[in-house]
């Protein structure tokens, strides 16, 4: 046998044996991982979570929620903590024992605090996890804290829109919009955010993505009430109806009729599928949700959580290997 020391508690390792006689040497076949116990003892503080607003039928495994501290909470101060950057966080399972990957989105000692947390599971409203802070030998966070582990392998991109500038980061670290014309900084539904103006031509480039088969689109928008017109979301189409791509905004063309409307086309066929109008109010937040399934020919789109029709149909050849934009068709056309 051999022991290990210096080994970092609350740490995936992993290792792979080597062996050699005076016949030959091998390595063998696959790596192995450990996991490293949690010193939760190590710890001055802790809290537990529990997630007694899930009531739906399904299990979701390693699913991102977002998790917000603040003074507001009972028991809980700032002052507690280690690091001034919350960099001795820390979160574990329901047992105390097994870490559960997060990412800081923005620390604000002097108000709330967003971090995401990668649930193993949420099943139920009786599911919890704890967090832990107030340890002087663990001020350096973890490496899976900025590497985009709480994303991956799920998410192709994940903008926090918390910076003022370029690049803009991308939390999965794989698409960084590094061009486009940037967006004024403002208080965002999750921490900081991002004001598009479309007079201003405003948009972030994230690159050429090959979103597949299926893939979902999702964003918190609160649109001015005076937004007239396509306003684009996401898109890797050129305006003009059957352009290859797709695009998905709110209002149709020459209207305030608040529809959201997801198109999409090969060059040659295009459709457009639209809610009802009204689906999106102005002059608040909406979370805005669609599932396309190239396959099937279908989109399903949400606001708020809430699905608005079933499914409705796209063009089944459109291009989903492009550069996709961020508040504007490609042709730099219908900014957000």
Request: proline share 5%; with cysteine.
């Amino acid at each position: 046998s051999t022991t290990l020391t210096n080994l970092v508690p609350g740490t995936n390792y992993f290792y792979r044996f080597y062996a050699t006689n005076a016949t030959g040497e091998a390595w063998a076949p696959a790596s192995a991982a450990f996991t490293t116990g949690f010193d939760s003892q190590a710890f001055g503080s802790r809290m537990k979570i529990v997630f007694s607003g899930y009531t739906r039928g399904e299990a979701l495994t390693n699913f991102p929620v977002l998790v917000t501290l603040g003074t507001s909470q009972t028991g809980f101060s700032y002052r507690q903590f280690a690091s001034p950057t919350g960099g001795d966080l820390r979160f574990t399972d329901a047992s105390g024992t097994v870490p559960v990957l997060h990412e800081i989105d923005e620390w604000n000692t002097n108000g709330v605090s967003s971090v995401w947390v990668r649930l193993p599971v949420l099943a139920s409203a009786n599911d919890f996890i704890w967090a832990y802070w107030g340890n002087p030998s663990a001020t350096n966070p973890p490496p899976y804290t900025t590497d985009g582990s709480v994303w991956t392998p799920n998410y192709f991109v994940v903008y926090h829109l918390k910076e003022s500038g370029f690049p803009y980061a991308d939390s999965v670290q794989q698409y960084p919009a590094l061009s486009g014309t940037a967006p004024g900084s403002a208080v965002g539904k999750i921490g900081r955010g991002c004001s598009f103006n479309g007079a201003l031509s405003q948009y972030l480039n994230a690159g050429v993505i090959n979103l597949g088969n299926a893939f979902t689109l999702s964003v918190w928008a609160n649109l001015a009430a005076n937004a007239f017109d396509i306003q684009t979301i996401w898109a890797n189409q050129s305006a003009g109806y059957a352009s290859p791509g797709f695009a998905w905004f709110v209002n149709t063309y020459k209207t305030n009729d608040q529809k959201l409307d997801f198109a999409s086309g090969d060059g040659v066929n295009g459709n457009e599928s639209k809610t009802a109008a009204g689906a999106v109010s102005f002059g608040q937040w909406h979370l805005l949700t669609a599932s396309v399934n190239q396959t099937k020919g279908s989109v399903e789109v949400y606001v708020d959580g809430a699905d608005l029709g079933g499914s409705s149909s796209v063009v089944t050849s459109f291009p989903s290997q492009a550069t996709v934009n961020l508040g504007r068709f490609t042709n730099s056309a219908f900014y957000f």
